[in-house]
């Protein structure tokens, strides 16, 4: 009953044995082996466009580098107020954009609203030399709160961000599980709907430890080789990442498995959702589950061997906040969570 997070589960076997197999002979380094080379044509297959790819280890450096991609040490990036680069990116961001500064916004079920962003941005005149600079939005796909962004939110989104100068990137540490819940094209939720530069996990969905920093807009990428390589995230024995991206793209793994990782919430919440003293926080759309039990109950899940986080109750209306006695806890389901680990929680938390 582990449903602590989804980087808690293991890389899956066919990234594990790809990784062995790209370990048998010398090729050549820094991202010119033929795993990367394989990995960016089939990232330009999946996305129907020329991307410029750019794979690095972790989801904190592939936010904070497509950031500072799109925003001067002045500028101004637009993004929700539970998003991972505001509450758990240690300021890495503003770091690698020399100083950018967050612009925080409210929103229900971790989605910034239109009207919200456009207020936002119209709060931050052009051209006055006393305010940080309107220059980037930041999407969170999956949200913070397990929910998702329809092609068609994205779209209005990303034209509010152009039409006022700014760029577009989304953060999709979770964009599999986003992708299979939207039932759409990987284009269609991304650079069609307007998003210039996406951080496409892969850690989280099966691999050890691999994203892909990916622009739509190639001429937006022109210094990003620098910007990786004086980051540290321009890795020596290239073939580690690029043998990982190329197994999860391989034969839809990638998407199988974040298929299973939403099928899994799919059941568990569904289950949640009928027992009498517990309520789900937000719908959920993805591989996150977010529910409001009474506490005593949550100690006694503990006590059954279930892992899990409690949440911050910030989003949440007041009205809609646990009540004294009760908690809002995290439940992620991965591609390793199985049927048995769902029925055994439901089981428990039934009792
Ligand atoms: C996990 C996560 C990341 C990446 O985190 P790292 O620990 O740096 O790999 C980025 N964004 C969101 C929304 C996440 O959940």
């Known amino acids: 009953m582990y449903f602590a997070s989804d980087n808690s589960a293991p890389a899956s076997a066919a990234i594990m044995a790809a990784l ?7 090729v050549p380094s820094y991202g010119a082996d033929p795993w990367t080379k394989d990995a960016e044509a089939k990232l330009n297959v999946i996305f129907e466009k020329d991307c410029k790819v750019f794979l690095v280890a972790t989801g904190t450096s592939a936010n904070a580098l497509s950031l500072s991609a799109l925003c001067p040490p002045w500028g101004a990036i637009f993004c929700h107020k539970e998003a991972h ?15 950018a500064k967050l612009v925080l916004l409210e929103g229900a079920s971790g989605k910034i609203a239109p009207d919200t962003l456009r207020a936002a941005i119209a709060a931050l005149p052009r051209s006055d030399v006393h305010v940080v600079q309107p220059a980037a939005l930041c999407l969170s796909q999956a949200t913070e709160s397990g929910t998702i962004y329809t092609p068609a ?4 989104l990303a034209t509010i961000a152009h039409q006022a100068g700014l760029g577009v990137h989304m953060d999709g540490a979770r964009f599999a599980n986003a992708l299979v819940h939207a ?3 990987a284009a269609e939720l991304t650079w069609k709907a307007g998003v210039d530069v996406l951080s496409f996990g892969a850690t989280k969905n099966g691999a050890l430890a691999c994203e892909a920093v990916i622009f739509f807009d190639p001429g937006k990428a022109d210094s990003f080789a ?14 580690l990442l690029g043998a990982q991206m190329s197994a999860y793209l391989q034969d839809d793994h990638w998407l199988e498995m974040a298929a299973h990782a939403n099928a899994m919430a799919a059941m568990l919440s569904a289950g949640l959702a009928q027992t009498p003293d517990i309520r789900l926080a937000w719908p959920v759309q993805a591989n996150e589950t977010f529910a409001i039990l009474p506490k005593v109950k949550i100690d006694a899940l503990r006590a059954m061997g279930a892992v899990f986080y409690e949440w911050s109750v910030e989003t949440l209306p007041i009205a809609e906040r646990p009540k004294p006695n009760e908690s809002l806890i995290r439940l992620i389901c991965s591609f390793m969570t199985t049927e048995q680990d769902v029925m055994a929680f439901l089981q428990a938390a039934s009792k």
Not at 20 to 26: D, E, G, I, T
Not at 226 to 239: C, D, E, T, W
């Open 226 to 239: 620098y910007q990786r390589k004086r980051a540290g995230q321009l890795v020596s024995k290239g073939r």
């Open 183 to 185: 039932k759409c094209t």
């Open 20 to 26: 062995v197999k790209a370990n048998s002979a010398p």
């Open 153 to 156: 939110d994205v779209t209005t």
């Open 85 to 99: 680069i505001q509450v758990h990116e240690c300021g890495a961001p503003e770091f690698y954009t020399g100083g």
